[in-house]
């Protein structure tokens, strides 16, 4: 038996966290609902963005990492990757989150 959360519990519970926490979270994609992998873009205050997403460990856990970092200087490009991502698999869920403290956030996701 898999021991993974359906895509679309644990995208929920990541919206209840942020906003548990005071800030603000939306769906900018809906993936596939049973296993569809999870994307997560947070902000702190509107500024620039950085990508999450779970990469596996070597103790066989599977954590959010980051993956790519929003360029102050090129917004767009952030946003370009994250369709380009979305076309090549449309089972993925993009979820954007915007709160204080981020690597407080990313340290306490499920």
């Known amino acids: 038996m898999d021991e993974r959360l ?3 519990l644990e995208a929920a519970s990541i919206l209840r966290l942020a906003e548990s926490l005071g800030g603000f979270a939306t769906v900018l994609a809906k993936g596939e609902r049973d296993a569809g992998t999870i994307l997560i873009a947070i902000l702190c205050r509107g500024g620039a963005a ?3 997403e779970r990469m596996p460990a070597l103790d066989g856990s599977r954590r959010f990492v980051a993956t790519k970092a929003q360029n102050p200087d090129d917004p767009t490009e952030f946003t370009d990757y994250l369709e380009r991502r979305r076309r090549r698999d449309p089972d993925i869920w993009i979820l954007e989150v915007d709160i204080d403290e981020a690597e407080r956030f990313t340290a306490i996701l499920p």
């Open 6 to 8: 359906p895509a679309h």
């Open 50 to 52: 950085q990508l999450y």
